[in-house]
């Protein structure tokens, strides 16, 4: 699988390790709408294992396996209800 990092991807200070420890130990993650052929998911978790802070990464991922990382950022309220769906 290939990662690509937009330049977007990076706006908000958010370091490419960080980003990708929240996407691989996501609380929770749910499809997006994106353009189509991609399946586009945002991941909400913690940037490492040792802080209560939550970040939010969105990501195409991209026929055959590619994966496009174009949104890190701490966590919004645009995101935020993901959190407790299902409490």
């Known amino acids: ?3 690509e990092w937009t ?3 990076g706006r908000h200070g958010i370091t490419r390790q960080d980003a990708l420890y929240a996407m691989t130990h996501a609380e929770v993650s749910a499809e997006v709408e994106g353009r189509p052929g991609e399946v586009t998911v945002v991941y909400v978790g ?3 294992g040792q802080t209560e802070k939550y970040l939010e990464v969105i ?3 991209r026929p055959p396996r590619d ?3 174009f949104h890190a950022m701490e966590l919004t309220d645009l ?9």
């Not at 995101?79 to 409490?87: A, D, S």
């Open 67 to 69: 994966l496009v990382i």
């Open 59 to 61: 990501a195409a991922h």
């Open 1 to 3: 699988m290939g990662v």
């Open 79 to 87: 995101y935020r209800h993901l959190l407790y769906e299902g409490e």
């Open 46 to 48: 913690h940037p490492h």
């Open 7 to 9: 330049h977007s991807a």
